[in-house]
């Protein structure tokens, strides 16, 4: 192999549809239509109509037996040339990033120029899922407008709710949907219910001022009607969130809510990743270079670990190998999948400590 | 959004010329357009020419394109079919000389083929030397509106002022007259004069690409008139830019890739859209020759009813909008020397429409922006043309969804007898763009098929 290779990973833009309740926007919408759309929204903003691009590899955690050749089968739908090739490959939540790895690696090898990585998901089914009494209950409190329609929204609240509807939703070694093997996790770390809503409270608001400053004007395809992602609630606010009951975990110490905690989501997501060279002949201007990246998993079975804390593990790894510590970055994305997740990933860098 | 579907007919329907008009529905289905395509001739049979005098200099060059494009030149004496009459009466002294005018063009209607074509020729009056000169060439434009409203069968009739020694500057608004690409455009005066720095102009290698390398910007193109223009653009060899508001970006997303530009989601009312607009366009395509400002709206309501969020809406979007990003257009590392601005005005700018007060406000105010920025001295050494194109009823399928009465009398009331289509209105857009037109500039052309209103 020549010298020259690896060489750098330029990450050169990405785009998303925005993102709706499960069984709302996109109710009627496959995986295949909410990628399709995506890759289309980022091939006219990046100009690629027509292009033959080295690989596209995308996923979806949820999919159906007919959707063998699900990525491909998008490209074919798109204004990408039809001679792009295009694969499938599936990590639970990690599917997108792993998908970005592998098209980097690629890049990195010489193998390929330019690549799109990416992640499509309707989790009308997803391992989560609240009971329709409580989804009616929460529904009709975000739909509420005065303190009178809230009282009344919450009126209609059963302890009975509070049993989600999960069978499929479970991990099947432990039985245990995610949420509450979250909150054990978040239990065992001591993560307060007060700091989890102030982080939710936070990422709303932070949300709804990056839409209003139009930071998501060329981040975004609008689907469906829908041209900001269902879920956020700018109008969220740490009292509103103090109401609301635990959904995941049990007893006293319970802490995780709906309104702490990710309610299932359908949407679509891609980057666009190229060489420098591929980069500078297309006129585009690398946003940051991939370096690295790590994967952990953990013994969430039969171990103490917890199942959402495989960041805690790789990050360690990574920067060890790399030389690095995190003061060294400017920005970290840590997946939301619950605020207790953030906030034990944070903890646990912060103390470099691991669970043992 | 509202629509712009009442743009501007709403009230004219339900007034009693337009009831006559419905009461009269049953009229003869009109007539097919002669419209461009890229392997049509520029004109689908034989050209008579005809002028004034010995020195006849648009004449001889209309003579020289035809005979290029192997377009046959009639027999003024025969009375064989003719595509179209050229008369060239740059060199009228006086009223007495418009009887040339008769003699060229009286006996020649009656042979001019379906979707015909007749092109007056003199010179702007407001040059002229003496009060005689001016009252002839002045006369011409009555002349030729009359002779418009009484061509049949889609043929049209408009009128080319063009300056002294700016004859050379005229072969691509014959081209555009002639071809199909003017096909819904009647009754108008074009004036052709020198290149603003006085260069001489680019003439393109192939007439087909006269937009060939060029970069273009087309605000509103997600949908409508302005996807239209975005299309024409691109099949005339420009690459083009397509803006629109975010919420429009998977229409947007169409547009660009089917024409294989890129897709820029910006409001164009918002403070940074026009330094998005250069940027965009000088990074990812290396230059930017074109802006069309297309995005428009319409918030229809009686001025009584209309609030002061109401009216600025419209005027933010229709007129402000166009300064503000102006000011990063033409500034330091904007558009190219020689470029070309096209703003979309509209016929309620020019009659004025009942419940239209901010719309027809803003879209007149596009005109008086069109005329004082072309005359800019800074815009004129650059040799930058600025116009503006005025759209009368064009079949949208905003328009589609008004009901048929209603949409019958807004679609007839025209020399035409028809609606026109969004290409009508990007053809002459494309026109603008070229720069074999950069003797056309503060120019105001409607695509309207010679409607009725505030004609
Ligand atoms: N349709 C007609 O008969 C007619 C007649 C005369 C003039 N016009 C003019 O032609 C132009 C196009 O009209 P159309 O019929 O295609 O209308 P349309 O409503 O179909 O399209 C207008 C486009 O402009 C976009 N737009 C609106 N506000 C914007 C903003 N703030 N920033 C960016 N984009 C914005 C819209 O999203 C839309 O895609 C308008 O300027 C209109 O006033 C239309």
Redesign the interface.
């Known amino acids: 192999m020549s010298s020259d290779f690896p060489r750098k990973v330029a990450i050169l833009g990405g785009n998303r549809v925005p993102f709706a309740r499960s069984g709302g926007a996109y109710a009627a919408a496959s995986n295949a239509d909410l990628f399709t759309t995506t890759l289309d929204g980022l091939i006219a903003r990046f100009g690629l109509a027509g292009e033959q691009l080295g690989d596209v590899v995308a996923g979806a955690v949820l999919k159906h037996s007919r959707d063998w050749n699900l990525v491909r089968e998008c490209i074919l739908g798109t204004a990408l040339d039809p001679r792009t090739p295009a694969f499938d490959l599936q990590q639970a939540c990690g599917t997108g990033l792993e998908a970005a790895i592998v098209v980097a690696n690629k890049i990195a090898l010489g193998q390929i120029d330019s690549g799109i990585a990416g992640g499509t998901d309707t989790a009308s089914d997803a391992p989560m899922s609240l009971s329709d009494g409580l989804r009616g209950v929460l529904l009709a409190l975000n739909r509420a407008k005065t303190p009178a329609q809230r009282a009344a929204a919450l009126a209609t609240f059963r302890p009975a709710y509070l049993s989600p509807q999960v069978p499929a939703n479970v991990e099947p070694r432990t039985g245990m949907s995610m949420g509450d093997h979250m909150a054990i996790t978040a239990k065992e770390w001591g993560i307060t219910r007060e700091a989890q809503d102030e982080l939710a409270v936070a990422s709303h608001h932070n949300l709804a001022a990056a839409y209003d400053r139009g930071f998501f004007d060329d981040l975004v395809t609008p689907y469906l009607g829908l041209t900001r992602d269902a879920n956020l609630r700018p109008d969220s606010s740490v009292e509103k969130l103090a109401k609301l009951s635990p959904v995941f975990g049990k007893g006293d110490g319970a802490t995780m809510t709906a309104g702490n905690s990710t309610p299932l989501t359908d949407g679509a997501s891609a980057v666009l990743m190229g060489s420098e060279s591929w980069a500078a002949a297309h006129n585009l201007t690398p946003l940051a270079w991939f370096v690295d990246a790590q994967t952990a998993a953990v013994d969430y079975v039969n171990g103490r670990d917890g199942l959402l804390t495989a960041p805690v593990f790789a990050v360690p790894e990574l920067l060890a190998r790399q030389g690095m510590s995190l003061q060294d970055f400017d920005f970290y994305e840590i997946h939301e999948a619950f605020a207790s997740t953030v906030l034990t990933t944070l903890a646990a860098w912060g103390e470099r400590r691991v669970l043992p | 959004m509202a629509s712009l579907r009442n743009d501007p007919y709403a009230a004219l329907l339900s007034s009693p010329l337009g009831k006559r008009v419905v009461d009269s529905l049953g009229l003869p289905q009109p007539t097919k357009l002669r419209r461009y395509a890229v392997d049509a001739p520029v004109l689908d049979g034989a050209a008579l020419i005809g002028g004034l005098g010995e020195d006849t200099p648009i004449a001889d060059r209309a003579k020289a394109l035809l005979e290029t494009e192997g377009v046959e030149i009639g027999d003024p004496f025969d009375t064989l079919p003719v595509a179209a009459v050229i008369v060239d009466l740059t060199a009228m002294a006086g009223p007495a000389d418009l009887e040339r005018l008769r003699a060229v063009v009286a006996p020649s209607l009656k042979r001019l083929t379906s979707s015909g074509r007749v092109i007056v020729v003199g010179r702007p009056w407001e040059s002229a030397r003496t009060v005689e000169q001016a009252a002839a060439h002045r006369a011409l434009v009555g002349a030729t509106k009359s002779i418009a409203k009484e061509l049949r069968a889609g043929a049209t009739a408009n009128l080319v002022l063009v300056a002294e020694r700016a004859e050379d500057n005229v072969e691509a608004t014959l081209r555009f007259l002639l071809s199909g690409r003017s096909a819904y455009v009647s009754g108008q005066v074009i004036e052709v004069g020198g290149t603003g720095n006085g260069d001489s102009l680019l003439l393109p290698d192939d007439w087909t690409q006269p937009l060939a390398g060029k970069v273009a910007v087309v605000t509103g193109a997600a949908r409508g008139i302005g996807a239209a223009i975005a299309e024409v653009l691109a099949r005339d060899g420009a690459t083009i830019v ?1 803006v629109d508001i ?5 229409a ?3 547009v ?12 164009v009312t ?1 403070a940074d859209t026009g330094e998005r607009i250069v940027d965009h366009c000088h ?4 230059r930017l020759d074109i802006v069309v400002h297309n995005a428009g709206i319409t918030r229809d309501k009686l001025l009584a009813n209309t609030d002061e969020a109401r009216w600025a809406s419209v005027l933010d979007v229709n007129l402000l909008s166009i300064l503000r990003m102006n000011e990063a257009i033409l500034g330091e590392g904007g558009i190219s020397d020689h470029g070309h601005l096209v703003l979309v005005s509209s016929i309620a700018g020019i009659a004025g429409n009942r419940g239209q007060t901010s719309y027809g406000a803003s879209k007149s105010g596009v005109i008086g922006l069109t005329q004082a920025l072309s005359r800019d001295s800074a815009v004129q050494a650059r040799g930058i043309t600025v116009n503006a194109v005025a759209p009368g009823f064009i079949e949208t399928e905003m328009t589609g969804s008004i009901p048929f009465a209603t949409r019958e009398v807004g679609r007839r009331l025209n020399s035409l007898q028809q609606g026109g289509l969004p290409i009508d209105v990007a053809e002459t857009v494309a026109w603008f763009s070229q720069d074999a037109n950069a003797g056309v500039t503060g120019q105001v052309v409607r695509v309207c098929g010679q409607s009725l209103i505030g004609a």
């Open positions: 397509a975010p919420a429009a970006g998977q947007l997303a169409g660009a890739n089917r024409l294989h530009g890129t897709a820029l989601q910006a409001d918002a990074l990812r395509h290396g």
